[in-house]
């Protein structure tokens, strides 16, 4: 176990991070200034004038429990005997193996996907898909040598869920931080969105630690949409007592400060769950077909979220979605390897990602669409009977049509257990961090490259601000 | 006009009524000249403060004084003649004598007390060329000396007159400086130039009294005397840097106001003194502030902030120019004086709410300790009284607990409290039908909830749930998921809620659950091969969250200042360090000893405090608070004690604690004078123990600002009920029963979507729920208040909390589990009108508006309201649980 590594003992908010810096953006903070409450005329969302500029839209996919990333890409020549000696009954069959011949970045070696994986394959043949090779979170970047010898500044607890989660998520491991990187951003950005009613962090899985901002906070959904209050009619054409009084309630003013700060909060959902409500009414119907899988759904609500953009106000908006599952310490394979847990999991992944993608080219939006994946930690590469167990770095997907895909970024690690890039059982020290990855995403959809520091503190350690995976 | 002294040549004793000193013959006696000078004050103890200055001389004390070289007076002086005035508040006497020399046998002047007199005197100097004055009073005494003239030995053998010199001497200053111009010469005048000319009898101006600089200077002087010639012209180059200069204001409330608020503000005054920087910040003021001026001492504004547009950063720039009656250099002086104030004005208070007077920042603490409130009206509680109580102290009051209080009284219902007997959560855990292996950490919930809901120890509950938001360990830590841990950790907080902080914190500090939460357990000592160092993480959470924060706070709880008007570090990174080395050897107890990679992976033991390996604790000195040092080699559990004491006894911690206390149990913006009244029983609980948590909870619930009615309309007083307070409130109101197994299944709270977005020991981090110190942007940040509980409020959790709260209320927990609520208190009411008073009282403690009153009643009286009697009062508990009078608590 190694010790964290600490900056300022004083600072509870990143060095960098001021309130200052976020002073502009503060002031215009959506959904934070005391709006009157008013009720969201339809009428108004139908005559809203498009907006002029870009859109972009972020989409984080979380897979929860720690991705066996060692089967997602697999070497297929002639090191794959050496893969199926060190995985033993993990190992993927040759045969099953979806070849790619990624355009860069494969050290010229052969590799195959899984062979769940067969949306995303051809999605990588496109060059719609890259791999991000070995990323993981790094205070700065370490060696074997310095790993082994206790002296390198690491993470705080390796190889434990939340932490892992956490570091992923605000990607900053070695300070205590309230805020995610996407909340970061996000914080930064807002003012883009001029006066939008809603937040532009959305989220279809819950709480997480990604969305959180200090001027912007995640509006949560679930995919059949807003969340609603129960037992509450929003309309005029029967009568509602109970519902009568909640607006009544609501609009009513009130002296005392938290009265009206809680007061605020409620209205405001009422309001958001009305406009959301009705604008989803007024989306075209998606043709895309997507899996009735959780993801899927997920996935397909923020389609039709960003379906209607525009009536939202939004130019840029950062969403989350999650699967869980992945923590394939047992029961990894059941049968044969393409077939058991992991196996479901990638295949769910792999029909949520291509639909979605296919959905974002249905509404014209493609290269305005990046998703990417990100996970607590990989797994060990050698099996432990029956699975494999927290590891550390990981490959990822990013998917979009502004992605230079077809290609491999990063650097694969020998995949040797005891090897170079070991840290124990095949447990890669990352050789990407958090940090560049994260921040070639955040470059893209609009932070400068003088903001960066304010989004990820720590970027200045490491080589490679922008991997290159979105031009 | 120089007159000669008296020589040999002849007396001429006319000369200034002296008495007649006459030589008695010419060439041998050795004698001295007299020199006039420009009459020029020496010393004058009713000015400012300075050895040439203030203050009056006190009764029997004495003072020196420089006359050598001041004035004009030669430093070849031997005596002056001066005058001597007297300011005397009694009657008795001044004496002069020379410095260094023994306190002369016969005064200088006697005087009646009140009445101002003045003495001519000849006072001989002592070898340094000082005075010093003895007072014979009893009382203090002003001293004013003026000198006109003084007497030096001639030298006969000059033929040049010795040339000026400066004092201070020439060099690098900041800050104006007074330059004294003197010559050895007796009798030679002096003339300087600043403009770089070369002084002479024709050029430069003539010295009379101390010259200042306000720029880097070419000093040049020469001294002049008729007879001799010119000295040599003395260069002196000064280099004057000017400095702004930091003035500090605290803001109290103004006498008269019935107010909770408080502020800081800082004047930056420029060197060149055209402008000055205001920064200021104010909280908790009673209703919205209406304008805020800068005023001089007569009231009159010399700075109106709501003309001026502050800077980016927040900031004002004042440009110092006369206003009314006050000129620019009037104003610039009371401003140094301290005599300039920045009033902030309220509705209620348009005369000014809370002001403060700019004094220079001198880096020394001043502490006024806040002004006691006035007396709570004596007699019995009222309902709306014993309700509001009730809120605080307990997870809610029901009508039966608010009549008994009625009669009972506070003070004896919180003595009944302290000694109720405790519930083991572990016990009742150990007691579920649930296989071990399934006892995670929501069956320890389980048990939390089930003592909140139906525990006769409300006030221990209450403190429970609060201590466990301070010393935080969490279930979101899959360590931590089993619910053997979250139940020990909750009855070690049941347990130490009415001893001894200083328990407590021992007991915190070794609980296996936090050991795993923060990474004591198995911390093992450095290792000077490898380089590592023990894990930092609860040496940095238990100053930074736990005990005494960031910075160091007066005791009531504001923040101290340096002289650059910043906050001061409580500690730094050696002290984390050496805390870090004293938390280090521990780990689960009973491992077995023989098998030493136990200390690494030992055998969890939830329910024993944490065992030490003496091989593993660092034995070097380390470094702790207030640079107390632990000597190398001390026993781990020496090192423990002493560290623990080292932090206990910090003067942060009472008002730190006190404040997150207050900020749990009663309102979110305490003020100063709350958590002084807090932190004193905590310092010390009358008995001279400190840390006595028996007494700060009785100061808090007991204080004026709990109690008092008077301050129930200030907009920024009370709180956001928590969530988790809000849920057993309405469980409690309504008499939850839990089906025949006795349990309270209520597993999924932490949810934003489906529950509270909270849960009891599942705080997504060490940072809790919510930050003490978060403030929701808009109207609450910009009247400077925090509101914690907000922080987990938002679009989507009000939604989900509501959808929750609605299936409680109709009875259903999870599982598939019923849980019986009692209506009756409602559906017995008879009417619209009395079954809203008794919501009033049951929900609102009383509080409830006119306005929300005729919004429910329309809806019960509404014909399409459920009309089913349960039914109907479910409905109406349900809409009291969204509006916001019933959220926050005041």
């Given at each position: 176990m190694s010790d964290p590594f600490k900056i300022d003992p004083s600072a509870t908010e990143p060095r960098g991070l001021s309130r200052r810096s976020f002073l502009r953006s503060v002031c215009t903070a959506v959904g934070m200034t005391s709006l009157a409450s008013t009720v969201f005329d339809l009428r108004r969302i139908a005559a809203a004038a498009p907006l002029s500029g870009d859109f972009k839209a972020l989409v984080c996919v979380f897979l929860y429990g720690g991705n066996d990333s060692n089967n997602v890409l697999v070497p297929r020549g002639t090191e794959y005997a050496a893969y199926a000696a060190a995985r033993r009954n993990l190992a993927l069959p040759q045969a099953s193996l979806l070849s790619i011949a990624p355009l860069s970045g494969g050290g010229g070696r052969s590799w195959g996907l899984h062979p769940q994986l067969t949306g995303l394959r051809s999605l990588f043949n496109q060059q719609r898909l890259a791999l991000v090779a070995n990323v993981g979170p790094l205070v700065a970047p370490v060696t074997r040598a310095e790993y082994d010898a206790g002296t390198a500044a690491l993470p705080p607890q390796l190889f434990s869920h939340s932490d892992q989660t956490v570091h992923w998520q605000t990607g900053l491991p070695d300070q205590p931080v309230r805020t995610g990187w996407g909340g970061r951003v996000a914080d930064l950005l807002?003012?883009?969105?001029?006066?939008?009613?809603?937040?532009m962090s959305m989220s279809l899985a819950g709480n997480n630690t990604f969305q959180v901002g200090n001027a912007v906070t995640q509006y949560q959904l679930s995919s059949e949409g807003s969340i609603g209050l129960g037992w509450y009619y929003d309309g005029t054409e029967w009568n509602h007592p109970p519902s009568i009084a909640i607006r009544r309630l609501m609009a009513k003013s009130y002296g005392n400060l938290f009265q009206a700060g809680y007061r605020d909060v409620f209205q405001r959902a009422l309001d958001q769950d009305r406009m959301l409500s009705a604008a989803l009414e007024t989306a075209p119907a998606l043709q895309t077909a997507f899996p009735d899988t959780d993801l899927g759904r997920q996935l397909r609500m923020v389609a039709r979220l960003i379906s209607i953009r525009e009536a939202l106000g939004m130019r840029r908006q950062v969403y989350f979605c999650a699967a869980g599952g992945y923590d394939t310490h047992d029961g990894q394979i059941s049968g044969t390897p393409e077939t058991g847990a992991h196996a479901d999991l990638l295949f769910e992944l792999d029909g949520a990602l291509s639909a979605f993608y296919t959905a974002t080219t249905e509404l014209g939006v493609a290269s305005d669409v990046t998703s990417f994946t990100a996970s607590d930690f990989g797994r060990t590469y050698a099996s432990n009977g029956d699975g494999s167990d927290h590891g550390w770095g990981s490959h990822h997907l990013v998917l979009g049509g502004a992605v230079a895909g077809g290609r491999f970024y990063g650097q694969v690690p020998t995949l040797a257990v005891d090897g170079p890039d070991d840290s124990g059982d095949g447990r890669w020290i990352p050789t990407t961090s958090v940090d560049e990855y994260s921040a070639t995403l955040a470059r893209w959809f609009g932070v400068s490259s003088t903001d960066l520091p304010l989004v990820l503190p720590n970027i200045g350690r490491f080589n490679t601000p922008d991997l290159g995976f979105l031009g | 006009m120089t007159a000669k002294g008296l020589r040999a040549t002849g007396a001429r004793w006319w000369l200034l009524g002296l008495v007649p000193f006459l030589w008695a013959a010419p060439a041998q006696a050795a004698g001295t000249d007299f020199y006039t000078a420009s009459p020029c004050r020496l010393l004058d103890t009713r000015g400012t403060a300075g050895p040439l200055g203030g203050p009056n001389l006190a009764a029997g004390a004495s003072r020196p004084f420089a006359v050598g070289g001041r004035c004009g007076v030669s430093t070849a002086a031997v005596a002056v003649a001066v005058n001597v005035t007297v300011v005397p508040t009694s009657s008795g006497n001044l004496t002069f004598g020379p410095s260094g020399s023994p306190k002369p046998l016969a005064s200088t002047i006697n005087f009646r007390p009140d009445v101002v007199r003045a003495n001519n005197a000849i006072l001989t100097l002592g070898a340094a060329g000082g005075v010093t004055v003895y007072s014979g009073t009893t009382a203090e005494v002003g001293v004013i000396v003026d000198v006109f003239g003084y007497f030096a030995d001639g030298d006969t053998e000059a033929t040049q007159v010795a040339p000026p010199a400066f004092n201070p001497p020439p060099g690098s200053y900041s800050g104006e400086q007074s330059i004294e111009m003197v010559t050895s010469t007796p009798g030679a005048t002096i003339r300087y130039t600043t403009d770089g000319s070369t002084p002479s009898a024709a050029n430069g101006t003539a010295y009379s009294g101390p010259v200042t600089l306000t720029g880097t200077t070419n000093l040049r002087a020469i001294a002049i005397k008729s007879g001799l010639a010119n000295s040599p012209v003395a260069l002196g180059t000064y280099t004057i840097s000017l400095q702004d200069i930091l003035l500090i204001a605290t803001l109290t409330p103004q006498s008269g106001a019935v107010s909770l608020g408080t502020g800081r503000a800082t004047l930056l005054l420029a060197a060149d003194e055209q402008t000055a920087v205001l920064r200021y910040t104010f909280s908790n003021l009673s209703t919205t502030m209406t304008g805020a001026h800068i005023h001089a001492p007569d009231g009159q504004i010399i700075f109106d902030l709501d003309d001026a547009t502050p800077e980016a950063d927040g900031s004002m720039t004042w440009t110092i120019v006369a206003a009314g009656s006050w000129t620019r250099p009037q104003i610039l002086a009371a401003l140094r004086a301290g005599q300039c104030y920045l009033n902030l004005h309220t509705?209620?208070?348009?005369?000014?709410e809370i002001k403060g007077f700019f004094r220079i920042a001198n880096g020394s603490i001043t502490f006024t300790p806040p002004a006691a409130p006035p007396p709570l009206p004596s007699g019995p509680p009222t309902a709306n009284d014993a309700a509001r109580f009730l809120t605080q102290a307990t997870y809610g009051p029901t009508p039966e607990a608010i009549t008994a209080l009625q009669s009972q009284g506070f003070p004896a219902w919180i003595t009944a409290q302290l000694s109720l007997p405790l519930t083991s959560h572990l016990a009742y855990v150990d007691g579920l039908p649930v296989p071990e292996d399934d006892r995670y950490s929501w069956y320890a919930r389980e048990a939390i909830w089930k003592q909140a809901i139906q525990g006769q120890d409300q006030l221990r509950q209450r403190t429970a749930l609060a201590l466990s938001e301070l010393f935080v360990t969490s279930s979101e830590d899959c360590d931590l998921s089993w619910a053997e841990s979250n139940a020990a950790y909750m009855d070690l907080l049941n347990r130490d809620a009415f001893g001894n902080f200083r328990t407590l914190l021992q007991d915190v500090t070794l609980s296996p659950s936090m050991g795993v939460y923060l990474d004591m357990l198995s911390n093992d000592k450095e290792d000077p091969e490898t380089g590592r160092n023990p894990n930092e993480n609860y040496a940095r959470e238990i100053l930074q969250l736990f005990t005494i924060g960031l910075y160091k706070l007066h005791p009531d709880g504001t923040l101290q200042l340096d002289v650059d008007g910043l906050p001061i570090a409580t500690y730094g990174q050696e002290e984390i360090k050496g805390f870090a080395q004293v938390f280090t050897g521990w780990t689960f107890a009973g491992q077995d000893r023989s098998e030493e990679w136990r200390f690494y992976w030992p055998e969890p033991d939830w329910r024993q405090p944490m065992e030490v390996w003496t091989e593993h604790h660092s034995t070097g000195a380390k470094q702790l608070l207030n640079g107390v040092v632990l000597p190398a080699g001390q026993t781990p559990q020496a090192d423990l004690t002493a560290a623990l004491d080292n932090i206990f006894q910090h003067a942060n911690v009472g008002p730190f604690v006190c404040r997150h206390l207050i900020q749990r149990l009663v309102t979110s913006n305490p003020s100063p004078g709350y958590v002084y009244r807090c932190g004193q029983s905590f310092a010390n609980n009358g008995q001279g123990v400190r840390g006595d948590m028996k007494a700060v909870l009785r100061t808090i619930l007991l204080d004026w600002e709990a109690r008092s009615t008077d301050v129930l309309n200030q907009q920024g007083y009370g709180k956001v009920r928590e969530p988790i307070v809000r849920f057993v409130n309405l469980l409690r109101a309504l008499k939850a029963q839990p089906p025949a197994d006795g349990r309270f299944r209520y597993y999924w709270q932490a949810s934003a979507e489906w529950g509270l977005n909270q849960a009891p020991l599942q705080a997504p981090t060490v940072f809790n729920f919510f930050e003490p110190t978060y403030s929701q942007p808009g109207a609450i940040a910009d009247a400077g208040i925090v509101a914690p509980e907000l922080q987990i409020t938002n679009e989507t959790s009000v939604f989900g909390t509501a959808n929750f709260l609605r299936g409680v209320l109709e009875g259903y927990a999870d599982d598939d589990t019923e849980v019986t609520l009692n209506y009756t208190y409602l559906t017995s009411a008879g009417s619209t009108s009395v079954v809203l008073d008794r919501v009033n009282l049951l929900f609102y403690s009383g509080g409830m508006s006119t306005e929300t009153r005729t919004i429910l009643a329309d809806a019960l009286n509404d014909p399409d309201f459920p009309t089913e009697p349960v039914e109907r009062a479910l409905t109406l508990v349900w809409l009291v649980s969204l509006s916001p009078e019933f959220v926050v608590q005041r």
């Open positions: 807002h003012s883009l969105n001029g006066t939008a009613q809603v937040s | 509705v209620n208070y348009p005369n000014g």
